[in-house]
């Protein structure tokens, strides 16, 4: 079967499927992200969340808390007190998590030149434990003192979605130009190569001056996306 057919296919499949999610919907941060992608004809998304702080009791396996094996005491996707992460460690039994995850979107892409367009990581993250076999291990002191980071963890993370989103709109909007007028794309590469060809030692000195004077770019500048290339096989 013809791969395009096929991604095509598998695309309306998914995206016809109901939300599956605690919640049923995608959260209000990302709704525009996910849309544009969706509207492209080489991507979809699976699943996303936005960014969130929770709270976790994970039965006596604090550490190696699963999803499928632990009871959710609290979670937002907004700010959060010290009064409400009080109030749902009462309700804990095991070894309660306090955790910020940052914002994380699932992609399926058509072919591994778009999975590049996105391909960025993230180490955005909070994780403490506050309780141990349902006994309160520290103060609620340190209890706000982690909410006060977390919160910040959560207004940075709103930043860095709406910085990622203009960038993606950026990214798409040049490869849709570059693919409506492929002279555009030759021409700049027959320019460069003209240059390369002249003076090559001189060439590469000014791209090397010109990298190192950009600002380094560190991982944890950019929310996490997992990307799902469509197998050749499929």
């Not at 849309?35 to 998304?45: G, P, W, Y």
């Amino acid at each position: 079967m013809d791969r395009n057919a096929e991604f095509r296919r598998s695309k309306a499949q998914f995206l016809g499927k109901a939300d599956l999610s605690r919640k049923g919907s995608v959260d209000e941060d990302v709704v525009d992200i996910v849309q544009l992608l969706n509207t492209r004809d080489q991507f979809f998304t699976t699943s996303s969340c936005s960014g969130r702080i929770l709270l976790l009791d994970g039965g006596v396996n604090g550490f190696e808390v699963q999803k499928q094996n632990c009871c959710w005491l609290l979670v937002t996707h907004k700010p959060c007190i010290k009064d409400d992460v009080i109030a749902a460690l009462k309700k804990a039994n095991g070894d309660a998590i306090l955790k910020f995850e940052p914002f994380v979107l699932h992609v399926q892409c058509r072919q591994l030149k778009d999975a590049q367009l996105l391909a960025v990581r993230s180490t955005h993250s909070l994780e403490v434990p506050l309780s141990h076999k349902g006994k309160l291990m520290v103060t609620e002191e340190y209890i706000d003192f982690l909410l006060n980071i977390a919160n910040q963890k959560m207004e940075e993370n709103k930043k860095r979605i709406e910085r990622f989103y203009n960038c993606l709109q950026h990214a798409l909007e040049r490869e849709t130009v570059t693919h409506s007028h492929p002279k555009i794309k030759e021409k700049n590469n027959s320019s460069y190569t003209r240059k390369k060809k002249g003076n090559p030692e001189k060439a590469c000195g000014k791209c090397m001056t010109e990298e190192n004077n950009e600002e380094p770019e560190h991982d944890d500048d950019d929310p996490g996306i997992s990307i799902n290339i469509f197998p050749e096989e499929y």
